[in-house]
């Protein structure tokens, strides 16, 4: 099993829209903003290689908004998707799967884009199949009015019209070592992938777990829509991620790529901070 990260882009937005219900004289001795409030994230994929599969993890914003759009992000740095694929070795032929953790305009927007010739939309990976939770997909086509603005059909829609989506309806493991769970509170239905690599489980923990910050229980995004599902989520897999050992593989923490965990007087925190390839030994 092969496994490379991508950071596709960094960006940066509200602090208190990522804490939630936390005061900023809190968060901020953790997670430091600017003077607009803005904070820096990362918005990192990972491949996995595992026998004959070469599997994404999500795959970005994409391009096909406007500047108007990308404006409200900051973006900066970052090797892009498929600029940072080739660094890897890969040509997006190569990509046999793509697991989308959830369909928010970040994690879902890379898979499909317009071609320049006649407007259509198309696969910018060929030969890969989208696994996607069937609860997130019908909660996505038919959002609720709190989420419609993260869920973009010209990032959706044409996935299904171009017949590329495997629906996930339950826990399971799309290939020997890639195992896919579910959680509800971000938003219904988010995969969240634990690879059983032979170093130990990686878990990419998406929007479960933004930064190392997050690990503390009451800090919780303002974008969750079940806060208290949340919550509880939180708590179970801290739990059994400290019991197994599991390595956490942050999708959007600016500073820290990977951690472990520890049992402190205050509960669960993070433990050892360092990048994916220190993981990989």
């Known amino acids: 099993m092969k496994l490379s990260p991508i950071n596709i882009t960094n960006f940066k937005i ?41 599997i994404l993890i999500d795959d970005g914003f994409g391009d096909k908004q406007d500047a108007k759009f990308f404006s409200h992000f900051h973006l900066f740095g970052g090797d892009g ?13 190569d990509i046999t799967d793509i697991v989308l953790t959830h369909l928010h305009y970040d994690h879902c927007g890379g898979g499909i884009r317009v071609n320049q010739n006649n407007g259509n939309y198309e696969a910018v990976f060929p030969n890969a199949k989208f696994h996607i939770s069937r609860a997130q997909w019908e909660w996505a ?20 019209e171009l017949g590329l989506v495997n629906f996930i309806d339950d826990e399971c493991f799309i290939t020997e070592g890639v195992e896919l769970r579910i959680f509800n509170g971000h938003t219904k239905g988010q995969i969240i992938p634990i690879v059983h690599h032979q170093n130990g489980g990686l878990v990419f923990v998406a929007d479960l777990f933004p930064s190392t910050a997050h690990i503390l229980l009451p800090y919780i995004m303002s974008y969750d829509v079940e806060p208290m599902i949340t919550l509880q989520e939180k708590a179970d897999f801290l739990e059994e991620s400290l019991a197994k050992g599991f390595t956490f593989f942050f ?10 965990l520890q049992r402190t007087q205050k509960g669960i925190r993070a433990d050892r901070l360092f990048s994916l390839d220190e993981f990989l030994g």
């Open 251 to 260: 999708q959007h923490d600016f500073y820290t790529e990977c951690c472990t």
């Open 14 to 54: 509200d602090g208190g829209a990522m804490f939630g219900v936390v005061p900023k004289v809190l968060w901020q001795r953790v997670y430091p903003a600017n003077a607009a409030n803005l904070c820096s994230w990362s918005l990192r994929s990972l491949v996995v290689e595992a026998g004959n599969r070469v």
């Open 81 to 93: 998707l498929l600029g940072g694929l080739s660094k890897l070795g890969y040509d997006p032929s």
């Open 141 to 160: 086509i038919n959002p609720n009015a709190r989420e419609a603005d993260s869920f973009l059909e010209e990032n959706i829609l044409p996935m299904q």
